[in-house]
């Protein structure tokens, strides 16, 4: 396997786990970074760096980000989240990883990015009910700041440090692995 396509790899995880916190803020870093050359994309999904891209999904993330500062909102959309984000993680995946074999390639996409989206996306999810049942809703956009910026910040060092956004996300899903064992001795 070469360095590129470990990177790749690196790449896609790192942008999933973005996509777990919010869907569009990762494909729109996505698209600005092929559209400004920074990142290649496979050859069937290059059209994602074009302007037409960029502004589609420029637009989807700005209204994505407002729309969890609606009571209520925030709610449906954490509901639908989750397979949004499988979906979107296995595309960032898909979309980014070099020099394999279509079938490595989407086995990768489905396990690694889907889910690892998928457990992100389900531990906001949790995290946003929690809020909203202990604060009325009023810690809601606290919670909805932590995600963007997360997201945000996950798919910079994503894109520009793939191996530290792999880091992060195996910490990220350390850390849900240690809060859902610690939740599930709470219960029995």
């Given at each position: 396997m070469t360095t590129e396509a470990i990177l790749s790899i690196f790449l896609g995880v790192g942008l999933a786990a973005s996509v777990g916190f919010r869907v569009f803020v990762p494909l729109f870093a996505l698209s600005l970074a092929s559209y400004f050359n920074v990142w290649e994309l496979n050859e069937s999904w290059q059209w994602v760096g074009s302007l037409t891209a960029v502004i589609t999904l420029g637009v989807a993330t700005i209204v994505e980000i407002f729309a969890y500062y609606i009571p209520l909102v925030d709610n449906l959309l954490d509901s639908i989240a989750m397979p949004l984000a499988a979906i979107a993680g296995t595309a960032v995946m898909v979309s980014t990883v070099a020099d394999l074999s279509p079938v490595i390639t989407w086995a990768l996409a489905i396990i690694a990015g889907g889910g690892t989206a998928a457990a992100i996306a389900g531990t906001s999810s949790v995290a946003r009910?929690?809020?909203?049942?202990?604060?009325?809703?009023?810690?809601?956009?606290?919670?909805?700041t932590a995600e963007t910026g997360t997201s945000i910040v996950m798919a910079g060092i994503s894109l520009f440090v793939p191996v530290l956004g792999f880091i992060l996300v195996i910490f990220l899903l350390f850390i849900i692995f240690r809060l859902y064992k610690k939740f599930k001795t709470t219960k029995a």
């Amino acid at each position: 396997m070469t360095t590129e396509a470990i990177l790749s790899i690196f790449l896609g995880v790192g942008l999933a786990a973005s996509v777990g916190f919010r869907v569009f803020v990762p494909l729109f870093a996505l698209s600005l970074a092929s559209y400004f050359n920074v990142w290649e994309l496979n050859e069937s999904w290059q059209w994602v760096g074009s302007l037409t891209a960029v502004i589609t999904l420029g637009v989807a993330t700005i209204v994505e980000i407002f729309a969890y500062y609606i009571p209520l909102v925030d709610n449906l959309l954490d509901s639908i989240a989750m397979p949004l984000a499988a979906i979107a993680g296995t595309a960032v995946m898909v979309s980014t990883v070099a020099d394999l074999s279509p079938v490595i390639t989407w086995a990768l996409a489905i396990i690694a990015g889907g889910g690892t989206a998928a457990a992100i996306a389900g531990t906001s999810s949790v995290a946003r009910v929690a809020s909203t049942t202990t604060t009325g809703g009023l810690g809601n956009p606290i919670v909805s700041t932590a995600e963007t910026g997360t997201s945000i910040v996950m798919a910079g060092i994503s894109l520009f440090v793939p191996v530290l956004g792999f880091i992060l996300v195996i910490f990220l899903l350390f850390i849900i692995f240690r809060l859902y064992k610690k939740f599930k001795t709470t219960k029995a």
